[in-house]
Each structure stands twice: as C-alpha cells, then as structure tokens.
Nanobody, 123 residues
C-alpha cells in the first residue's frame, strides 16, 4: 500500500513537500515516482527516481522547481515542490514500478498506485 500525504492549499510561489509511505511491503528495489491529474485533464507524469536514487527524471513543466528523493530505510519517497504555480493544481499520485523499473514511469506502466493527495495553488 502506498500512502501519499502533504497536499494542501498554498499561494503561487510557495512550497510543499509530498510524502509517499510504502507500508505493508518493502519497495526498496522499485522505482518510485509521482503522477498528477488536474481537473478535466488526463493524468500526467511528474517525476520518478530509481531504486537507489541514482537516476531521476522530471517532466519539463516541473524541471528546476520540483525535486524527488527517497529514503529506503523509511520506505518513503518525497516530492519537494518549490515555486508552485496555479497550473500545478492537481491530485498527485505516487506510484511504484517493480517489473520495469524507472522505465515503467517513462512508459506509463507502473505496478502500484497510491491514493491521491490534492494540491491547490491559488494565484
């Protein structure tokens, strides 16, 4: 089970940190990452990180503003979001890719999904 938290209502320019705790199973060997879905739009890839944290990928829309990291000892992956914009408003979902590793995120084929956490950025 993946449990996401940390969403909320912030103003443009503010920061938030999302967390995703993997409980009930150890996903230290899985690539982890985040997708988001804005109202009326399709779900889109945001960021992902390899099992050892050595490789990360970001969507162009968040590059330079968001940072993904993980703590395998705590079974947790984080998404630090800085300089938030109204267009970042969405439900953010964490996910785990076991079979395909980090490629699973790039191919939109992941194995486990968490529930979403809502991020609302006001202008």
């Amino acid at each position: 089970q993946l449990q996401a938290s940390g969403g909320g209502l912030v103003q443009a320019g503010d920061s938030l940190r999302l967390s995703c705790l993997a409980s009930g199973r150890t996903l230290s060997s899985a690539a982890m990452g985040w997708f988001r879905q804005a109202p009326g739009k399709e779900r889109e890839f945001v960021a992902c990180i390899s099992w050892n944290g050595g490789t990360t990928y970001y969507a162009d829309s968040v590059k330079g503003r968001f940072t993904i990291s993980r703590d395998n000892a705590e079974n947790t992956v984080y998404l630090q979001m800085n300089s938030l914009k109204p267009e970042d408003t969405a439900v953010y979902y964490c996910a785990a890719s076991v079979r395909a590793g980090i490629s699973g995120f790039l191919q939109n084929v992941v194995d486990y999904w968490g529930q979403g956490t809502l991020v609302t950025v006001s202008s």
